[in-house]
Nanobody, 124 residues
Framework: QVQLVESGGGLVQAGGSLRLSCVAS????????MAWFRQAPGKEREAVATISRTGGNTYYADSVKGRFTISRDNAKNTVYLQMNSLKPEDTAVYYCAAWGGWNITPFAGEYDYWGQGTQVTVSS
C-alpha cells in the first residue's frame, strides 16, 4: 500500500503561481511512476503531468506545456508540480497518483494509488 497526501492548493489570481506537493508513504517511493491529474466540475479526470521513477522522463498535457513542471525528490518521497502563468481554466481538484509500472503513462486507469486531492482555484 502507498499513501499519498497532497498539499499546496489554494486561490490565486490569473498569471500567478502555485507549487503542489505530494508526500508518499508505505512503500519504496522510487519504485513508482508518479503523476498529477486534475478534474474540473462536470469534466473527466485528465492527466496533467507524469514522471518516471528516476525523474528522467516526463509527460505534459498540451494545455500545460511550458507553464507547469513536474519533479520528484526520491530522498524525500515527494513529487512536486510547479504551476506558473495560471489560467482560470486550470481551476480543478488536483490529484497525485502512483503506478508500479515502468513507463510513464497519462492513463488514469493504470494508476494504483491516489491522494485525496487539493483544490486549485484561479480567479480572472
Amino acid at each position: 500500500q502507498v499513501q499519498l497526501v497532497e498539499s499546496g492548493g489554494g486561490l490565486v489570481q490569473a498569471g500567478g503561481s502555485l507549487r503542489l506537493s505530494c508526500v508518499a508513504s508505505g512503500r519504496t517511493f522510487s519504485g513508482y511512476v508518479m503523476a498529477w491529474f486534475r478534474q474540473a466540475p462536470g469534466k473527466e479526470r485528465e492527466a496533467v503531468a507524469t514522471i518516471s521513477r528516476t525523474g528522467g522522463n516526463t509527460y505534459y498535457a498540451d494545455s500545460v506545456k511550458g507553464r507547469f513542471t513536474i519533479s520528484r525528490d526520491n530522498a524525500k518521497n515527494t513529487v512536486y508540480l510547479q504551476m506558473n502563468s495560471l489560467k482560470p481554466e486550470d481551476t480543478a481538484v488536483y490529484y497525485c497518483a502512483a503506478w508500479g509500472g515502468w513507463n510513464i503513462t497519462p492513463f488514469a486507469g493504470e494508476y494504483d494509488y491516489w491522494g485525496q486531492g487539493t483544490q486549485v482555484t484561479v480567479s480572472s
